[in-house]
């Protein structure tokens, strides 16, 4: 069985497009959020291997929810995905300990090369 993955973000094709580029390469969506408060709780009910978590929703931001998580659990494996002109939260969420980050819009391989960069 593949890694399992969890892919938070509030845009459902960004959802789609994460899941369409990792299934076919052997990981498992463990589940998917839109946004942070979703995100931690299904963190803690799903206990995935890594999470995918945008940067900017509404509720709860990415950095918040990641900031939540990393707090809880500290070995957890975030790679934020976020659009151009967040570089200060970028740089704020690197400091909390997420893994890697991919900017949208992303090639494929760059979201597979940080989700197994993550892993590793």
């Known amino acids: 069985m593949g890694k399992k993955i969890l892919i938070v973000d509030d845009a459902s094709f960004i959802r789609m497009m994460v899941k369409d580029i990792l299934v076919p390469r ?11 408060n979703e995100a931690v709780r299904k963190y803690e009910e ?3 291997d890594l999470v995918t978590m945008d940067i900017t929703m509404k509720e709860k931001d990415g950095l918040n929810a990641a900031r939540e998580i990393l707090m809880r659990h500290p070995d957890a494996r975030i790679v934020m995905v976020t659009a151009l002109g967040q570089e200060k939260m970028l740089m704020e969420s ?27």
């Open 46 to 48: 799903l206990k995935p």
């Open 94 to 120: 690197i400091k909390l300990g997420v893994k890697d980050f991919v900017v949208k819009p992303f090639e494929p391989e760059r979201i597979l090369s940080a989700v197994e960069k993550a892993l590793a």
């Open 26 to 36: 052997g990981f498992e969506i463990a589940g998917e959020a839109v946004n942070g």
